[in-house]
């Protein structure tokens, strides 16, 4: 719970980029059900913002894979300074952590001994975030199928 508060404010500011993720998903050709998914699966707002507007630019997968890889290789660093925490947890423990670490996720994340790192409140951050993020894109899908020439609106 202390992690879900935590992370609250964050998953508050993060509501418009979530709708416009789910929004612009549809606007790019990807039918509701795959515009969720690149959430749930991908959960990297300005790695799926950048690849729906080279998707919509018409680049190929190579350039796709190379963006995703170097726009989320500052996952590498966070990995790196919190691994003398995470490496002491069993493996469930670090396959979810390690898919639920966002930005917002390593700023909430105590950084020091290992002692000082609260697992169950990483979750609850992470996992607050993560529906959050999810919620906004499945309300930028149900307004992009509702609100009529939502792209002018900017």
Do not use: C
Not at 64 to 85: E, F, N
């Amino acid at each position: 719970m202390r992690g879900a508060i935590i992370v609250f404010p964050l998953t508050l500011s993060v509501i418009p980029w979530g709708i416009l993720a789910g929004s612009y998903a549809l606007e790019v050709g990807l039918s509701p059900l795959e515009s969720q998914a690149m959430s749930a699966i991908i959960f990297g707002g300005a790695v799926q913002l950048a690849v729906l507007g080279m998707l919509s630019a018409g680049a190929g997968l190579l350039s796709l894979l190379i963006t995703a890889a170097l726009i989320t290789s500052r996952h590498l660093l966070y990995s790196m300074s919190m691994r003398s925490s995470i490496s002491l947890l069993p493996l469930r423990w670090r396959l979810v952590l390690g898919f639920l670490l966002t930005d917002e996720l390593f700023a909430i994340t105590p950084q020091g001994p290992p002692k000082a790192f609260n697992r169950w409140q990483a979750l609850g951050g992470g996992l607050t975030f993560y529906v959050g993020w999810n919620t906004a894109t499945l309300l930028g899908i149900v307004a992009g199928q509702s609100i009529p020439n939502l792209d002018e609106w900017g």
